[in-house]
Structure formats: structure tokens, C-alpha cells
């Protein structure tokens, strides 16, 4: 007899949570810190949300609302991949403000945020079983967005030993060359490579070089390459006069798009999405940029229930075409990056705890490991009497895939700078405390 009203998948499903941190985020989410309502309140510091320009934007969008007509074309069906106008729209910010590169609007694909783009990208390209190679510590939530739906299966390189090794990420082509013969005598078929820049959690880049020769290798050996430039606009200023002695160079974001427009090749591709550079994961809008013409086609007939709502389209199309606003919205969001990542950083060099130096992303990548304690188990520990003792919320590094235990996710961009001084000086107290006893 049936002892489940679900199937073997949803079975599966109904089973614990895709990330360590979900449940705690929701419940410290009901008992957020206030100076004067909530002074023992928590501080969301492991969702990789950005709410620095939320203001901005959302007047911009209040503003379109009162003041511009609705087209009727939003009412009814449009392109599976976005409407044209949107797509024309999206290119055109994208190759002003990331790509520095001509992108063909009919080379892209938008659908319900990055999650729906990585979920379909990897069913069309990978059969089950298929590995998906990501360099670790790699964003938690990839498991789950190539193995639910396309049955694909996360592999984390480990490229280096100790965190501070990460200055700059190094994928050498023989570490590519052993792990493509070794997943060959398991044999395992490697059908993706998947880098993230700036990277989720560690807010490094590659230099274009690293990446022509990466995107080289996986062409002659058949592997898809996929750059994720969903932080791509959220860069911090490295020129910065606190800041820039922490870089071994000064090299800035390059993007993707410009060794794909190069290369021209059915095994590059590249995902965007509007969630965290403009701070509204809520809109759900992701991009896929492929010149593969299968690829694309196989997407417009498979993700008409991914599409993005047509208001919303139109809403952002509305926003893209003011290129004024957009201009003054990334200075400042840039600004205001740099700002919290410095309030992190500057705690963490008192206390000494190293960190790796980021060039985007909403993160630092801190070591915490000396104050783990000889156990079991102990990041996890560590991760709940952090929260417990302080109220501050972090991501334990384990769930990212590297094999360094102690590392943790700060997220810099979710609670006000007040907020986040509050934080920074209850972390210093509990590392004190910690340190002494
Ligand atoms: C690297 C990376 N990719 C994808 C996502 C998911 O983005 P979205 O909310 O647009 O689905 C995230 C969210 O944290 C991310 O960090």
C-alpha cells in the first residue's frame, strides 16, 4: 500500500529545507533589531539581499506608476523568452552598463529571477546524472537549482586550501585536466562549468585572461562554461584609500560577454538577473545571454510557467530606458557598498580575523575558525552561539562546499548602516569575550 500521498519527487521535496539558515532566517526575520523598540533584536546578516537603494528605486517606480499609461500589450501573451521591446530594452542596459559589449536581444531569454534561468539552463544542456562543476565555496542554493528539476549533480572543486589563498580565484587548466579525467574513469560526464562574478560568497572576480582560457579549455573539451554576473553592477571601489592595499592588483570586473562575443561558441553562456544589483529579488527577473541557437529555442518552448509577469516587464522596461536614473541609482548603490563593506572590515582587521578582500558582491568572506571550538560539529555550534549570544545572523561556511571549516557568509547590505555599527560593535564584544575566556 501507498504510504504517501505524494510522489517519489515530491516526497523528496517535502523533506528539509534548501539551505542551513532558512528556518532561523525566518523566525529572527519576526524579531528584527530596533534601537528604541527592539534593542536585543536580531541582524539579517546571511540573505544576500541589498536594500541600500530600495528609496530610490522605489520612487522611480512609483512615479512611472502614477504618471505613464499601461500598453495593452501587458494584458495578454508575449514571448515565452520576454516580450521584444523588454529584450531590446535589457540589451541595451546591459551592454552600457555590464558588457561594454553589442548583445543581440534575440540572444536572450528572461524568466522568474536567476533560479528559473540556472533551473532551465541545466535541463537543457545536462541529462540526470550529469556533473556540474562549481569552484567552492559556491552559492548553497546551486544543488538545488540544477538537481531538482534537470537531475543534475553539484560537484565543488576545491581550489585552494586555506581562505586567505583566494585572492584571486585560480582555476589552472591542469586542475581542469585531472578532474576531467578522473570524473572519466568514474565514468561520470562533466557537462558544465559554473563560475559566479562577482562571486557569491566570496566577492572575487576573474581576470579576462583566467577566463578566455578557462572558456578555451571548456570549448575543446566540451563542457559548458556559465558565468554568473548576477552581482555584476555591485562593485566595490578598490581604489578606495582604505581599501586598496588589500588587493594584490587593482584589476576591475571584466565581464563574461566580451570572451563570448570573442570566442562566438554554442558552449558559453552567461546568466544576469535584476535581484541583487537593484535590490528587488522580489521582481523575480533573470536573464540568460547564449548565441546557442538550441539552447534558445529549447527554452522558449519549455519555460512558458518561468515567464516574468508582463507588468513587471514592462515596469523595468520603463526603468532601463531612463539611462539618467540608472546612471546616479549604480554610483550610489556602489557608494553605499563600499560604505557597509567597510564597516565590516574595519571590525575585522581589529579583531584580526582575516577575511578574503572582495571586489563585488553584498559579502565578506570571514575566518572565524579561532574561535571554533575542538568539537564536532563545531561550526555549527559557533554559527548558533554567535546568533543566540548576539543576535547576529551569518551563513556557516560548510553549506557552500568548501572543506575549510570556520568560514562564514556576512551579508553587508540588508540592515541599515546604523544597524550594522550596532552589529559590528556586538561582534567585537562577543569576540573579546570569546578570546579571554
Ligand atoms: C549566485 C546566485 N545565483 C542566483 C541566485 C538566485 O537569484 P534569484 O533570486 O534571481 O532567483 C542568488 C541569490 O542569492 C545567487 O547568489
Given at each position: 500500500?501507498?504510504?504517501?500521498?505524494?510522489?517519489?519527487?515530491?516526497s523528496?521535496?517535502?523533506?528539509?529545507?534548501?539551505r542551513?539558515?532558512?528556518d532561523?532566517?525566518?523566525e529572527?526575520?519576526?524579531?528584527?533589531?530596533?534601537?528604541?523598540?527592539?534593542?536585543?533584536?536580531?541582524?539579517?546578516?546571511?540573505?544576500?539581499?541589498?536594500?541600500?537603494?530600495?528609496?530610490?528605486?522605489?520612487?522611480?517606480?512609483?512615479?512611472?506608476?502614477?504618471e505613464?499609461?499601461?500598453?495593452?500589450?501587458?494584458?495578454?501573451?508575449?514571448?515565452?523568452?520576454?516580450?521584444?521591446?523588454?529584450?531590446n530594452?535589457?540589451?541595451t542596459?546591459?551592454?552600457?552598463?555590464?558588457?561594454?559589449?553589442?548583445?543581440?536581444?534575440?540572444?536572450?531569454?528572461?524568466?522568474?529571477?536567476?533560479?528559473?534561468?540556472?533551473?532551465?539552463?541545466?535541463?537543457?544542456?545536462?541529462?540526470?546524472?550529469?556533473?556540474?562543476?562549481f569552484?567552492?565555496?559556491?552559492?548553497?542554493?546551486?544543488?538545488?537549482?540544477?538537481?531538482?528539476?534537470?537531475g543534475?549533480?553539484?560537484?565543488?572543486?576545491?581550489?585552494?586550501?586555506?581562505?586567505?589563498?583566494?585572492?584571486?580565484?585560480?582555476?589552472?587548466?591542469?586542475?581542469?585536466?585531472?578532474?576531467y579525467d578522473?570524473?572519466?574513469?568514474?565514468?561520470?560526464?562533466?557537462?558544465?562549468?559554473?563560475?559566479?562574478?562577482?562571486?557569491?560568497?566570496?566577492?572575487?572576480?576573474?581576470?579576462?585572461?583566467?577566463?578566455?582560457?578557462i572558456?578555451?579549455?571548456?570549448?575543446?573539451?566540451?563542457?559548458?562554461?556559465?558565468?554568473?554576473?548576477?552581482y555584476?553592477?555591485?562593485?566595490?571601489?578598490?581604489?578606495?584609500?582604505?581599501?586598496k592595499?588589500?588587493?594584490?592588483?587593482?584589476?576591475?570586473?571584466?565581464?563574461?560577454?566580451?570572451?563570448?562575443?570573442?570566442?562566438?561558441?554554442d558552449?558559453?553562456h552567461?546568466?544576469?538577473?535584476?535581484?541583487?544589483?537593484?535590490?528587488i529579488s522580489?521582481?523575480?527577473?533573470?536573464?540568460?545571454?547564449?548565441?546557442?541557437?538550441?539552447?534558445?529555442?529549447?527554452?522558449s518552448?519549455?519555460?512558458?510557467?518561468?515567464?516574468?509577469?508582463?507588468?513587471?516587464?514592462?515596469?523595468?522596461?520603463?526603468?532601463?530606458?531612463?539611462?539618467?536614473?540608472?546612471?546616479?541609482?549604480?554610483?550610489?548603490?556602489?557608494?553605499q557598498?563600499?560604505?557597509?563593506?567597510?564597516l565590516?572590515?574595519?571590525?575585522?582587521?581589529?579583531?584580526?580575523?582575516?577575511?578574503v578582500?572582495?571586489?563585488?558582491?553584498?559579502?565578506?568572506?570571514?575566518?572565524?575558525?579561532?574561535?571554533?571550538?575542538k568539537?564536532?560539529?563545531?561550526?555549527?555550534?559557533?554559527w548558533?552561539?554567535?546568533?543566540?549570544s548576539?543576535g547576529?545572523?551569518?551563513?556557516?561556511?560548510?553549506?557552500?562546499?568548501?572543506?575549510?571549516?570556520?568560514?562564514?557568509?556576512?551579508v553587508?547590505?540588508?540592515?541599515?548602516?546604523?544597524?550594522?555599527?550596532?552589529a559590528?560593535?556586538?561582534?567585537?564584544?562577543?569576540?573579546?569575550?570569546?578570546?579571554?575566556?
Amino acid at each position: 500500500m501507498k504510504n504517501s500521498t505524494l510522489s517519489i519527487r515530491g516526497s523528496k521535496a517535502s523533506k528539509g529545507t534548501p539551505r542551513v539558515d532558512l528556518d532561523v532566517f525566518f523566525e529572527a526575520s519576526q524579531n528584527t533589531f530596533d534601537a528604541r523598540l527592539n534593542p536585543n533584536g536580531a541582524f539579517l546578516l546571511n540573505m544576500a539581499e541589498n536594500h541600500h537603494c530600495w528609496h530610490l528605486l522605489r520612487d522611480r517606480l512609483q512615479t512611472i506608476s502614477c504618471e505613464t499609461q499601461i500598453p495593452d500589450w501587458v494584458a495578454g501573451y508575449t514571448a515565452v523568452t520576454g516580450a521584444p521591446e523588454v529584450r531590446n530594452s535589457i540589451a541595451t542596459f546591459l551592454e552600457t552598463f555590464l558588457t561594454q559589449v553589442n548583445l543581440d536581444p534575440e540572444h536572450l531569454a528572461i524568466s522568474a529571477g536567476a533560479t528559473s534561468v540556472i533551473e532551465m539552463t541545466a535541463f537543457i544542456l545536462g541529462n540526470p546524472n550529469d556533473v556540474v562543476v562549481f569552484p567552492a565555496p559556491a552559492y548553497p542554493v546551486y544543488k538545488a537549482d540544477i538537481g531538482n528539476l534537470a537531475g543534475l549533480e553539484r560537484f565543488d572543486l576545491q581550489t585552494h586550501v586555506d581562505l586567505m589563498e583566494l585572492s584571486e580565484a585560480k582555476i589552472s587548466t591542469s586542475m581542469l585536466d585531472n578532474l576531467y579525467d578522473d570524473l572519466q574513469q568514474q565514468g561520470r560526464n562533466w557537462s558544465m562549468l559554473v563560475l559566479t562574478q562577482p562571486d557569491n560568497p566570496t566577492g572575487i572576480i576573474f581576470s579576462s585572461g583566467d577566463l578566455r582560457r578557462i572558456a578555451k579549455w571548456c570549448i575543446d573539451h566540451k563542457v559548458h562554461l556559465v558565468v554568473n554576473e548576477i552581482y555584476g553592477l555591485s562593485l566595490i571601489d578598490i581604489t578606495h584609500p582604505e581599501l586598496k592595499e588589500d588587493y594584490a592588483d587593482l584589476i576591475q570586473f571584466d565581464s563574461f560577454a566580451k570572451v563570448m562575443a570573442e570566442l562566438k561558441s554554442d558552449f558559453l553562456h552567461h546568466w544576469y538577473a535584476f535581484s541583487k544589483d537593484f535590490g528587488i529579488s522580489g521582481f523575480r527577473i533573470g536573464v540568460l545571454y547564449s548565441m546557442n541557437q538550441g539552447l534558445l529555442k529549447a527554452y522558449s518552448n519549455l519555460a512558458l510557467g518561468r515567464c516574468v509577469s508582463n507588468h513587471t516587464q514592462w515596469l523595468l522596461q520603463q526603468v532601463l530606458d531612463d539611462q539618467e536614473f540608472l546612471h546616479t541609482y549604480i554610483e550610489t548603490n556602489q557608494q553605499q557598498l563600499t560604505s557597509s563593506y567597510l564597516l565590516v572590515v574595519r571590525t575585522l582587521r581589529k579583531l584580526e580575523i582575516p577575511y578574503v578582500p572582495a571586489k563585488g558582491s553584498l559579502f565578506v568572506w570571514a575566518d572565524l575558525s579561532s574561535l571554533l571550538p575542538k568539537r564536532d560539529n563545531a561550526e555549527y555550534e559557533l554559527w548558533m552561539d554567535i546568533y543566540q549570544s548576539t543576535g547576529i545572523l551569518l551563513t556557516p561556511g560548510s553549506s557552500f562546499g568548501h572543506t575549510y571549516p570556520g568560514a562564514f557568509r556576512i551579508v553587508h547590505s540588508l540592515v541599515s548602516p546604523a544597524a550594522m555599527a550596532v552589529a559590528m560593535k556586538k561582534l567585537e564584544d562577543y569576540v573579546l569575550t570569546k578570546s579571554v575566556g
